[in-house]
C-alpha cells in the first residue's frame, strides 16, 4: 500500500520560507496528481496548490505569487517551496494524492507550518 511522508514544516518568521516535500513510497508515482491542502484551527481543509502528473498547476488565490508546487517523479517527491510566508498560513498542511487510474485518494500525516514573529 502507497504512503505519503511530510516533511520540511517548522518555525518560521513572517516573510520567511519554507519546502515542503512529501515523498511518495510503494508504487508508482506518475499515476498520482498531487496536492497540498492546510487546516487552520477551527477551519476547514482548503486545497492551496495542486499538479497533475503532466505538471501543470493550480494554486488557491491567497498561494499566487508566493508558493510554487513542483514534483520529481525519479525521486516520488512532490515539493511546495513557500515564500513570503504571512501569520494566516498557518496551518498543518498535507499531502494529497489522487490516483488517477482507481480515483482512490491517499493523503500524509501532516506538517505543521508556523508563522510567527
Known amino acids: 500500500q502507497v504512503q505519503f511522508v511530510e516533511s520540511g514544516g517548522g518555525l518560521v518568521q513572517p516573510g520567511g520560507s519554507l519546502r515542503l516535500s512529501c515523498t511518495a513510497s510503494?508504487?508508482?508515482?506518475?499515476?498520482?496528481?498531487m496536492g497540498w491542502y492546510r487546516q487552520a484551527p477551527g477551519k476547514q481543509r482548503e486545497l492551496v496548490a495542486a499538479?497533475?502528473?503532466?505538471?501543470?498547476?493550480n494554486y488557491v488565490d491567497s498561494a499566487k505569487g508566493r508558493f510554487t508546487i513542483s514534483r520529481d517523479n525519479a525521486k516520488n517527491t512532490v515539493y511546495l517551496q513557500m515564500n513570503s510566508l504571512k501569520p494566516e498560513d498557518t496551518a498543518v498542511y498535507y499531502c494529497?494524492?489522487?490516483?488517477?487510474?482507481?480515483?482512490?485518494?491517499?493523503w500524509g500525516q501532516g506538517t505543521q507550518v508556523t508563522v510567527s514573529s
Open positions: 494529497n494524492a489522487h490516483n488517477i487510474i482507481n480515483l482512490r485518494d491517499s
Open positions: 510503494g508504487s508508482i508515482f506518475s499515476i498520482y496528481a
Open positions: 499538479i497533475t502528473n503532466s505538471g501543470r498547476t
